[in-house]
């Protein structure tokens, strides 16, 4: 392989921005990315006329053909570059790579990132949960009864199996987040949960519970980008993009290459090479938690831990805030909110706010160095961001 | 009640799948030029890209590599089947397919538990692959 073109220190996020979060039946998906992107404007100090370029992924409540041209139609913005990007979860990160690449090439200076969806009141529960079914295969998969819940349980099961994570060391990691939302203002979940809280919720897919799944919210998240020579002219502390990689192994478990390794190890490796740093450099780390199992093992692919040691590594208190890792310190899509591609993009925010301080309780002392992870469909697609509050 | 649950649904990849099922027969796919077997019915060889492509009937036997208890039908219509177990069946001829496991002993399943094929009812002829466990 050739040597991948460099993104180090060429772009940074200048502004970002999350819409009202939980159950917000006032509001269209549409309307919740709006809400969203005004307010990372807003955080940017930059004008709607700026923004020549907008990425946004998917919609599952509202699945208009060309989401990202009726997004920009919806916004009153007439980009030179639009897509609509569709890698499920990891598609936010994703999204900020070919933003990056973009912007580096001059083929945009300010690129608006969107995402979200009206899921708690677009749609029904039974809806909701039927049309995340899908994600499973027409054909092998969902004659079976499969559900998105039961193929990470699937993961889990072999998990414990192997390497003798416990049920409820999957359940600290539930518990680990809840504390981190009551500290953020925005989060879907205001009240706490205890260990037992999470054992004794009502089982979805064993070994798997009702608190150890993401939330199905309404959210809308946004951010913006933009070269590293524009960002120190603008309103708030610009957060440089480090480095940046993707792997995808598969879609279907069925055809998962295995079931305790997966791409992050890939894009992990890819990220910490571009930006000359390794998992002793992160500060604070927002990883994609759309199920227990899964930050586990983001941790132990990402090199914070050794296979098979996520699990303890939540248990002893490491990934709290005051720990040695502070993990999804917005409360992950466990606790801050899910929305489609919008859950992974808090990731990206939550980040940045760390890198530029000021969250009171919640901030990560000293925070210098973020690693995002996002990941899509059943752990197969994965991208992982590091970012930084000074040039590399 | 099986008869309720989705019937199969045959595209240009799989009827030959499909149709020996109704026969009682568990088929996969085998490529002539490098020998990979696949599950999930393709055109082309994942591996190595060949178009000569042939089907071989598997044993029917294997092995579960996971599997989950499910509580929570994704469609209305499991959620008469719940709890009821779907899993990742590794072939001893190597691809892994999706299965619910049947039978009365169905839920006490195990990682690494021995299973063969059985072929369930849909309706109108239409045969699923499923399986039983067969212990050690």
Redesign the interface.
């Not at chain 1, 027409?138 to 819940?149: A, L, R």
């Not at chain 1, 009502?202 to 798997?208: T, Y």
């Given at each position: 392989m050739t040597a991948e073109f460099s993104l180090r220190n060429k772009v940074a996020i200048v502004g970002v921005g999350e819409s009202d979060i939980g159950r917000v039946p006032h509001m269209t998906g549409l309307g919740l990315n709006a809400q969203a992107a005004r307010r990372a404007l807003d955080d940017a100090g930059l004008k709607v006329s700026d923004i020549d370029g907008v990425l946004t992924a998917y919609s599952f409540t509202e699945p208009y053909f060309m989401l990202g041209s009726v997004l920009c139609e919806y916004l009153g913005i007439k980009p030179r570059l639009n897509a609509s990007m569709i890698v499920g979860g990891a598609s936010p990160a994703v999204m900020l790579r070919h933003a990056a690449h973009a912007i580096a090439l001059g083929q945009a200076e300010a690129v608006l990132i969107c995402a979200g969806e009206n899921r708690a009141t677009g749609q029904s529960r039974?809806q909701a949960?039927?049309a995340?079914?899908a994600v499973?295969?027409?054909?092998?998969?969902?004659?079976?009864?499969?559900?998105?819940?039961?193929f990470y349980?699937?993961?889990a099961?072999?998990h414990m199996?192997e390497y003798g994570t416990t049920r409820e060391q999957l359940a600290h990691v539930a518990v680990n987040t809840r504390k981190h939302a009551l500290l953020h203002p925005n989060a879907h979940m205001k009240k706490p949960s205890t260990l037992q809280d999470v054992l004794s919720a009502?089982?979805?897919?064993?070994?798997?519970g009702m608190l150890d799944c993401c939330l199905i919210s309404d959210a809308g998240g946004a951010f913006i980008v933009t070269s590293a020579q524009r960002a120190a002219d603008l309103k708030a502390r610009p957060v440089y993009l480090q480095g940046i990689g993707e792997f995808h192994t598969h879609e279907?478990?069925?055809?998962a290459p295995s079931?305790t390794a997966f791409g992050a190890t890939h894009s992990g490796h890819a990220a910490y090479g571009m930006a000359g740093l390794g998992p002793q450099d992160i500060d604070v780390a927002q990883l994609y938690d759309c199920f227990t199992i899964v930050p586990i093992i983001e941790l132990e692919e990402l090199g914070f831990c050794k296979p098979g040691e996520g699990g303890a590594f939540f248990e002893a208190g490491h990934a709290s805030l005051g720990g040695t890792l502070p993990v999804n310190t917005h409360g992950g899509m466990l606790s801050h909110a899910h929305a489609g591609a919008a859950g992974g993009l808090f990731g990206i925010v939550e980040a940045v706010r760390q890198l530029r301080g000021g969250l009171g309780e919640r901030q990560v002392e000293g925070a210098e160095v973020a690693l995002v992870h996002n990941e899509g469909g059943i752990l197969s697609s994965h991208c992982t961001l590091i970012l930084a509050n000074e040039k590399g | 009640m099986s008869q309720t649950?989705?019937?199969?649904?045959?595209?240009a990849d799989?009827a030959p799948y499909w149709d020996a099922a109704r026969e009682h027969r568990l088929v996969i796919r085998r490529c002539r030029d490098c020998g990979a077997l696949h599950?999930?019915p393709r055109y082309i060889c994942p591996e190595c890209w060949s178009e000569a492509l042939e089907w071989v009937e598997s044993a029917g036997k294997g092995q579960v590599?996971?599997?989950?208890?499910?509580?929570?039908?994704?469609?209305?219509?499991?959620a008469l089947?719940v709890p009821?177990v779907?899993?990742?069946i590794e072939l001893d001829e190597g691809p892994?397919?999706?299965?619910?496991i049947l039978g009365d002993d169905a839920l006490s399943v195990a990682?690494g538990d021995r299973v063969s094929v059985t072929f369930e009812d849909?309706g109108d002829g239409a045969l699923?692959p499923q399986f039983k466990r067969t212990g050690v």
């Open positions: 039974d949960v039927a995340l079914a499973g295969h027409p054909y092998f998969e969902q004659p079976y009864g499969t559900s998105i819940p039961g349980a699937m993961i099961q072999r199996h009502k089982p979805i897919a064993d070994p798997l279907h478990l069925m055809c079931l | 649950l989705p019937k199969p649904i045959a595209n799989s599950f999930m590599h996971s599997f989950s208890i499910i509580h929570r039908a994704p469609l209305a219509e499991f089947r009821y779907t899993a990742l892994r397919m999706v299965a619910n990682i849909r699923i």
